[in-house]
């Protein structure tokens, strides 16, 4: 029988993993970190400066957010987040460590908008990425680079695919928003190309 502290400490850790279970359920995204090297990839990836805020959509633990916060210190950089524990570590980090131009929000990422986004990063799961290629069509400017690592968008023709050993056994994809993809699903240029 585990009594006392331990037993506290226990019950905290099945609470904390049972969350995590119930909202990558909800989400169908698990809080999966970015490892250092698919960072360095993503931000290589990324243009040296860009025309308003950095959204990483679904920041999870929030080292991404944290490498594109220092990366872009005079863009506001915003970590959208709905799984609570992620989103608490997130905040607290911020708090430890902080950063002005960093933000963490705990929100649905298919209702935050994002018209006044000069870049977006995601490390999401396939059926995600199928919700949220439209969205990022329909809301942002043509010109915007988005980086993706392991999935790519449905129906985007990507600018880059990079495989390395720094970023591990999965892809990182770079898409720049084309007037093509904002008029729409199905939309094709007037050459019907």
Excluded: Q
């Excluded at 916060?69 to 506001?76: F, G, S, T």
């Excluded at 959208?80 to 933000?103: C, D, G, H, V």
């Excluded at 999401?124 to 680079?145: H, I, N, Q, V, W």
């Excluded at 993706?148 to 990182?172: I, K």
């Amino acid at each position: 029988v585990i009594a006392g502290p331990e037993a506290v400490v226990l019950v905290a850790l099945l609470a904390g993993g049972l969350l995590i279970v119930v909202y990558a359920l909800r989400t169908g995204v698990p809080p999966m970190p970015t490892g250092s090297g698919t960072r360095a990839v993503m931000l290589r990836l990324l243009p040296e400066t860009v025309d308003g805020a950095v959204y990483d959509l679904g920041s999870g633990w929030g080292g991404l957010a944290f490498a594109l916060a220092r990366r872009y210190p005079h863009n506001r950089v915003v970590g959208i987040e709905l799984s609570p524990l992620p989103w608490l570590f997130a905040r607290t980090m911020l708090m430890l460590r902080p950063r002005p131009n960093l933000e963490f929000r705990r929100a649905e990422l298919m209702t935050v908008p994002l018209a006044d986004a000069g870049a977006v990063v995601c490390y999401l799961m396939p059926g995600s990425m199928r919700r949220l290629a439209p969205k990022l069509a329909a809301e942002l400017r043509p010109g915007t680079p988005v980086v993706t690592y392991s999935f790519a968008l449905d129906g985007w023709p990507p600018d880059a695919a990079v495989l390395e050993a720094e970023s591990g056994p999965m892809p990182v994809y770079r898409y720049t928003v084309t007037r093509d993809l904002t008029r729409g699903p199905g939309a094709s240029s007037p050459a019907g190309t």
